[in-house]
């Protein structure tokens, strides 16, 4: 099974986010994204409820708005931040968490997101938010994209495709993420 859980970035995240297409919004952009997710306890063929944490790195980001950072980094339930939550096994799952972006330029984007996927693919959604505060007393506040959505389609894979019948902890996460608004 490829398939191990919806997150991001996102985080963001991630997603997240940043992605490979040009967001097809009036302002907006995509970044490819690389990363690692951490989850506790490992994903297996039984639903569960479920902890991760995500680390990643954002590359060839396009964007509409002349002067935008070219890559970056992602991270979501690190240095602090609350810790993405979710329920669903290696066969599919849904999450929410918020992801703090910190672009090449120095600026900074915190998203708010929700995934949800079966097998390998996984769907994000969500919106740059004002702010997250982390455990450590660190502020992490959006200087770039504020108002803006979140989208991804992302694909999660386990070090080996028998993780799942022992319960995966980690994989790795790759996909196209986008922000935009119109």
Do not use: H
Request: include cysteine; proline fraction near 4%; charge should be neutral.
């Amino acid at each position: 099974m490829k398939r191990l859980l919806g997150l991001a970035v996102g985080v963001a995240v991630a997603a997240v986010l940043g992605g490979a297409a040009t967001a097809s919004a009036q302002t907006g952009g995509g970044c490819q994204l690389q990363g690692t997710a951490n989850i506790s306890p490992g994903l297996s063929t039984t639903a569960q409820n479920f902890t991760y944490s995500f680390t990643g790195n954002l590359t060839n980001c396009q964007s509409s708005t002349s002067g935008a950072p070219t890559g970056g980094t992602v991270f979501a339930g690190t240095n602090g931040l609350p810790v993405p939550s979710g329920n669903g096994s290696c066969v599919s799952s849904t999450t929410s968490g918020t992801a703090v972006i910190q672009w090449s330029d120095g600026t900074t984007t915190v998203v708010g997101y929700t995934t949800s996927g079966a097998l390998a693919g996984v769907a994000l959604q969500g919106s740059v938010i004002p702010s997250v505060t982390s455990s450590t007393g660190t502020t992490y506040t959006t200087s770039r994209y504020a108002g803006a959505s979140a989208l991804g389609q992302l694909v999660f894979q386990p070090p080996s495709p028998t993780d799942c019948q022992t319960g995966a902890t980690t994989a790795a996460i790759s996909g196209a993420t986008e922000l935009g608004s119109s």
